[in-house]
């Protein structure tokens, strides 16, 4: 199952916890520059990029990324200045990693496209809430496939800010589990989990 989380978590073994254990830290996006640098970070679009190689796909819901990354910059902040950010302060942004096993990609075909439905697909679960969103697919030796999702704090709706909790976390996990497996079955067909050929490694052809 991929597991939903913030970018900094810790995992525990379960030899060492009885059970699958997450935690997570609380990473506060309050600066003013941070919807910029979050959104340039999960394009892979910061200046003097070192790590453009990692991304796969980005796209948005609530946003246009069909010009530049800059354009979803300034919708975003849009949002957030009509509805007063600076006077109220907090946070900015919210940032979550969907983390994809091997096996799983397999059964999307290692297809950037099934991988780009599936971030999209996701997206609009934060959309329907009320938030913009911005999402990218990495894939890094160390961490393999993962899938970044920048989420405007303000909600385009309403003004509210929005605020997560753990339980919540779990069930937005569960939510893109199940958009995940149906992007699968439509790629491969597959139920199982696919045996790899090569396990050392996941090959996505851009």
């Known amino acids: 199952m991929a597991i939903l989380g913030m970018p900094s978590r810790n995992r525990e073994t379960k030899e060492q916890t009885g059970e699958?254990?997450?935690?997570?830290?609380?990473?506060?996006?309050?600066?003013?520059d941070a919807v910029e640098n979050l959104i340039h970070y999960v394009t892979r679009t910061r200046e003097n990029e070192d790590r453009a190689g990692d991304l796969i796909a980005?796209?948005?819901?609530?946003?246009?990324y069909f010009h530049t990354v800059d354009d979803m910059i300034q919708q975003f902040l849009y949002v957030q200045n009509v509805?007063?950010?600076?006077?109220?302060?907090?946070?900015?942004?919210?940032?979550?990693?969907?983390?994809?096993l091997d096996w799983?990609?397999?059964?999307?075909?290692?297809?950037?496209?099934w991988l780009w439905d599936v971030g999209m697909g996701c997206s609009q679960v934060y959309y329907q809430m009320g938030h913009q969103a911005v999402f990218g697919v990495h894939w890094e030796p160390e961490k393999r496939c993962h899938i970044h999702f920048a989420v405007n704090s303000i909600n385009f709706i309403d003004g509210r800010k929005?605020?997560?909790?753990m339980p919540?976390?779990?069930g937005r996990e569960a939510v893109f589990n199940e958009i995940l497996c149906r992007c699968q079955i439509m790629a491969t067909g597959a139920i199982e989990p696919l045996i790899f050929l090569n396990e050392s490694k996941v090959s996505v052809d851009a």
């Open 20 to 32: 699958n254990a997450v935690h997570y830290k609380k990473k506060n996006y309050t600066n003013l």
């Open 58 to 64: 980005y796209g948005a819901v609530g946003a246009d």
């Open 83 to 100: 509805n007063g950010i600076n006077s109220r302060g907090g946070r900015r942004m919210y940032h979550e990693v969907l983390n994809l």
């Open 104 to 113: 799983e990609v397999e059964r999307l075909a290692n297809s950037p496209e």
């Open 162 to 165: 929005w605020h997560t909790s």
């Open 168 to 170: 919540e976390i779990k």
